[in-house]
């Protein structure tokens, strides 16, 4: 193994300097260091995986590039395919070509020779392009489905508890939001584009909608941007809040209910401007 780790930097794949900082985080995490060299991004897991080809001299394939015959797909069953990470590829006379995750392992070699009666004749292929080859070929395995048969049908939810003790009023206004919870992370730092649907008359609350979930309990930062309506341009109206719920709706489209925990009495008066303003269009 060592000669093996130590040839992958030799033969130029990574650096000396890559290799030493893999190994010492595999160490660490209790990780082989193939795992750790594809999750500090210095391999691709296909780049490593045509490594191991070329060192075993069993040639590595693309599943994509071979249209698979129905005389070749019923030769092993499905299960087997995604219990073992194994794709039947083509039969040449008494011949199968099979794609593995790992065409060394040997017993299973044997199995694929008795389950078919065919010699095998094993090929290098990553294991998610054989998952994503069995999914195409028979469909997503029932169980990624599973949820569906605890589903329920509910009244959809009318709003917050917060919300109900109000009135609302229409406002429509982008509203950018920042993480202000050290508990939770994004792996982007800017700040999530939303816009406002409505607020509550008491000034309590307001109910944003956001392209991803966020949960609630989190604290968050708003930055209204109303544009040149009412305020100067380039004006933003600053308040802090904590998520109450987020309900998702249609098109992965979320709606969030938002508590303010601190809000100036010049920014409520702000908002309520513009949320009557708004009213009163809708009203004409």
Not at 13 to 27: G, R
Not at 104 to 111: G, M, P, S, V
Not at 169 to 181: A, G, M
Not at 252 to 273: D, M, N, P, R, V
Request: with cysteine; net charge negative; aromatic share 10%.
């Amino acid at each position: 193994m060592e000669d093996l780790e130590t040839k992958i930097a030799q033969d130029g794949w990574v650096t000396v300097s890559q290799l030493k900082t893999a190994k010492e985080e595999a160490a660490r995490a209790g990780r082989t260091v193939w795992a750790m060299l594809v999750k500090l991004g210095y391999l691709s897991l296909d780049d490593l995986i045509i490594f191991f080809a070329q060192e075993s001299d069993i040639p590595y394939v693309r599943i994509a590039d071979y249209k698979i015959l129905p005389s070749v797909l019923c030769l092993i069953d499905e299960n087997f395919c995604r219990q073992n990470l194994v794709m039947p590829l083509f039969k040449i006379k008494d011949t199968l070509f099979a794609a593995c995750s790992n065409p060394l392992d040997a017993t299973l070699i044997n199995n694929l020779a008795n389950l078919c009666g065919c010699n095998i004749e094993p090929l290098f292929a990553c294991a998610y392009s054989i998952i994503k080859a069995l999914d195409s070929l028979y469909g997503p395995e029932d169980k990624v489905f599973e949820a569906g048969n605890f589903i329920l049908r509910q009244q959809p939810l009318e709003g917050l508890p917060f919300f109900r003790e109000s009135e609302r009023l229409p406002l429509n206004i982008p509203v950018s939001i920042k993480l202000e919870d050290a508990s939770f992370a994004l792996p982007f730092s800017s700040p999530i584009d939303g816009s406002s649907r409505d607020i509550s008359r008491n000034g309590t609350a307001v109910g944003l909608e956001i392209f991803l979930f966020l949960p609630a309990g989190l604290k968050i930062s708003l930055d209204f941007k109303p544009g040149a309506t009412l305020l100067a341009l380039g004006q933003t109206i600053k308040v802090k809040g904590e998520i109450v719920y987020c309900r998702m709706e249609k098109g992965q489209h979320y709606f969030l209910g938002i508590k303010f925990s601190e809000i100036t009495a010049e920014a409520q008066e702000q908002l309520f401007k513009l949320a009557t303003s708004q009213e009163n269009r809708l009203q004409r």
